[in-house]
């Protein structure tokens, strides 16, 4: 049984809709909404454009991945700012 897809209005078997896409490598289109909050970072990252504050984004992360961050690392204390986890007893 066909419905329709909310999103982008066409036609498809409920057993197709997903929440959110596979990780893949070769995605090329990203098609996300964004809260007002996260617009607003790439629009600063960009100096008001969020297309250049995308890759800038991008270019951030990797110059912190090339100096050992990683994504379950704790960001504050990667670059030494963190209160939460440096004030131990």
């Given amino acids: 049984m066909g419905g329709y897809n909310g999103y ?4 498809v ?3 197709e809709i997903m929440i959110g896409r596979r990780a893949c ?3 090329r289109h990203f ?7 996260d617009a607003a970072i790439l629009a ?4 008001g454009d ?9 270019d951030s992360y990797q110059i912190l991945h090339a ?10 204390c990667f670059i030494g700012k963190c ?3 440096n004030n131990v007893d």
């Fill in 50 to 58: 969020m297309s250049a504050g995308f890759h800038n984004v991008l």
């Fill in 83 to 85: 209160e939460k986890h």
């Fill in 13 to 15: 078997n409920r057993k």
């Fill in 31 to 37: 098609r996300r909404f964004l809260t007002d909050g």
């Fill in 25 to 27: 490598t070769s995605t």
């Fill in 44 to 47: 600063a990252a960009g100096d």
């Fill in 67 to 76: 100096l050992g961050y990683r994504p379950d690392d704790c960001l504050c």
């Fill in 8 to 11: 982008n209005g066409y036609k």
